[in-house]
């Protein structure tokens, strides 16, 4: 599994690799052997003390403790992440990384398959949600590998698949106010965009593809700046 991701990475990079969750340190040692310099970051005390033992006196690589979601936007922003994503952490954290002013240029993580599934999901499936949208708004996605539960210790339960996410060449700006915009519009799947957001479009959430919520959110920015000068203008002339 470390190999796959490793080499599922940009061949070399003059800025240092994040890892997420080193864990016992085999993707660690993948990179490092691959020519990366590694910044890696643990939240598990005795994985903590494991590591600072096993890459002693090792230049290229640098130890974060904590919390991942809390340490990565304290650390200067690299081009590529990586790592062997928890699935309580894989949706705020990737999530993270789209919204960030400066998005990773190549992310390569290992999630459970049902998860990478969602992220990846097509308009009218019911996987398909804010997340999404988002995540494919950023990033092209491809599904590198999928892999069974023995490849892992302990044994998890489920399917786990290796996911490789590619930024865009052109990405939206304004992405929080974008995603606030989605996730209300996701609110309520049953219901008609138009019960639910400043808009007359008689569709469902779902039924409308990343580009096209993009659009809709323009759509609906532009109307909302054009009230605001109205109102101002009116307001004006009536001093």
């Known amino acids: ?41 643990e939240v598990d005390q005795g994985l903590i003390r494991w ?9 290229r690589f640098r130890l974060i403790e ?10 200067p922003p690299r081009p ?11 949706t705020p954290l990737l999530a993270q990384l789209a919204l960030r002013a400066d998005p990773p240029q190549t ?5 459970q398959k049902e998860v990478a599934d969602r992220y990846a999901a097509l308009p009218r499936t019911p996987d398909y949600g804010a997340v999404s949208v988002l995540l494919q708004s950023v990033f092209n996605m491809e599904r ?11 044994r998890p339960q489920v399917d786990s698949t290796v996911l490789r996410l590619i930024r865009r060449d052109r990405i939206p700006g304004g992405r929080e106010a974008f995603h606030a915009f989605v996730k209300k519009g996701f609110s309520q ?5 138009k019960g639910l957001l400043p808009v007359d479009l008689d569709r469902r959430a779902e039924e409308l593809d990343p580009a096209e919520w993009l659009e809709l959110y323009r759509s609906e920015e532009h109307t909302s700046e054009l009230q605001s000068r109205v109102d101002i203008s009116y307001a004006v002339f009536c001093l």
């Open 51 to 59: 590591l600072q033992t096993e890459f002693q006196g090792e230049p």
């Open 66 to 75: 904590g919390d991942a979601l809390k340490t990565l936007p304290q650390n």
């Open 189 to 193: 799947r049953r219901k008609k965009l």
């Open 107 to 111: 992310v390569v993580v290992t999630l």
């Open 144 to 154: 590198i590998r999928q892999l069974p539960p023995e490849v892992f210790y302990p």
């Open 1 to 41: 599994m470390a190999t796959v991701i490793a080499h599922a990475l940009p061949k070399s990079s003059p800025e240092p690799v994040q890892e997420i969750g080193p864990g016992l340190g085999a993707l660690t040692r993948a990179l490092l052997t691959l020519g990366h310099t590694v910044e890696a970051f």
């Open 80 to 90: 590529i992440v990586c790592g062997n994503l928890p699935y309580a952490i894989s």
